[in-house]
């Protein structure tokens, strides 16, 4: 599936990041089954536990608006490598959006879709807390 609007998505929510520390500037873009788009960037705080990822921003934009269903996530940086969510971010990626198209965006705005078992093999979810 060609995912390049997405992945243009992402980058231009990258415009928006908050990223006054570690000037690591990220764009994320989240596709609902239903074909809607919610983008989100990284927001730091000088507490840097406090800070939140650009993907976790775009995900939890959608959930708030009564989003459930996703098909993909594209997360654009400035890496000339492709970008690829932190591990806080795969975990809620897998719990929030199951198996669906993680699209890795580099800086040149080329990509590659891996899916979320690829990226977070023997992933701990709710079936682990029963």
Sequence with gaps: MDYKHLA?????????????????YVGAAVLTNEGKV???CNVESSSYSLTIC?????????ISEGEREFKAIAVAGDTEDFISPCGACRQ???DLCGEIDIILVSSSGDYIVKKTSELLPFAFGDKDLE
């Design 8 to 24: 243009d998505s992402a980058i231009k929510a990258k415009q928006n990041a908050l990223a006054i520390y570690s000037n690591f």
């Design 38 to 40: 919610y983008t989100g």
């Design 92 to 94: 809620v990626i897998s």
């Design 54 to 62: 650009a993907e976790r921003t775009a995900i939890f934009k959608a």
